[in-house]
């Protein structure tokens, strides 16, 4: 590898921890080709602008929020699926854009993906909103409205009366279950009526879910297989649930697994 610029190493070490949720020391040391002494260096530079945090002989991802145990053992649940679908919903968004993300594991892991781009997000999450915080050209919009028990998200009317009055390129939302008869699913009504308004803002709207939400439903539909742009979903999927969503009328995107 030819020597890189201090710009280049930060935005290669960044790429690397982002994919890889969390990295060795020595491994980025020898990956970048600089001394311990350097990447520690380059490591405390990216803490300071709340990219990445420091661990023990290690770097990993930042999360601002002090998430509570149920987000938190949600995230852990398919994470390396969830950063590979992170990967293929933020290779579709470009600068300029405005972008609708809800809440939810796999969307505050696409916000981590989106830092410091030129776009606009606009979040009903109060949790994105802060993965989001501070980081340079990223505008946030939050709709405001009353806290969900079961989330982060804000619900209520005061989303809608937000999100009319913007339109958004995209937008990319969770959901806790998926099947061609049912389409996309939420586990309660306020989170749902949500979501349905963020679908409905947005010229394209794309579902992020890993494979263990294809093939369930839950308590309240927010959009039928139809009435997205596509799903985003990793290679785990069941062929035959995959081709089921196809044979609906749903595109369906799968995830490579990142190296």
């Known amino acids: 590898m030819s020597k890189l610029s201090t710009q280049q190493r930060h935005a290669l070490i960044l790429d690397v921890v982002t994919r890889k949720g969390e990295c060795r020391l020595e491994d980025l040391s020898q990956l970048v080709q600089v001394s311990i002494a350097t990447m520690r260096r380059d490591i405390a530079t990216l803490e300071s602008r709340g990219l ?16 509570l145990p149920s987000f938190l053992d949600s995230s852990k649940k398919h994470a390396p699926e969830k950063r590979a679908i992170a990967a293929v919903a933020a290779s579709l968004v470009q600068p300029g854009m405005v972008i609708g993300l809800s809440g939810g594991s796999s969307c505050t892991e696409l916000a981590r993906w ?8 606009v979040t009903n999450a109060l949790n994105v909103a802060m993965e989001l915080y501070s980081h340079g050209h990223t505008k946030v919009i939050v709709a405001g409205g009353q806290l969900n028990m079961y989330s982060y998200e804000l619900v209520g009317d005061n989303v809608r009366q937000t999100l009319q ?4 390129d995209l937008a990319f939302l969770g959901c806790t279950g998926i099947t061609p008869e049912f389409g996309f699913s939420m586990r309660d009504e306020p989170e749902a ?23 369930k439903h839950t308590l309240t539909r927010f959009a039928t297989v139809r009435q997205v742009t596509g799903l985003i979903t990793d290679d785990g999927v069941a062929e035959h649930h995959r081709q089921a969503l196809e044979q609906a009328g749903l595109k369906v995107m799968v995830a490579p697994a990142l190296v």
């Open 52 to 67: 990445v945090e420091r661990t023990w002989g290690g770097v990993c991802v930042a999360t601002p929020v002090k998430y």
């Open 165 to 168: 009055e913007h339109r958004l």
């Open 193 to 215: 009526i949500a979501a349905r308004v963020v679908c409905q803002a947005a010229e394209r709207c794309y579902v992020l879910a890993d494979h263990s939400k294809v093939g």
């Open 114 to 121: 989106l830092r410091g781009k030129k776009i606009t997000v």
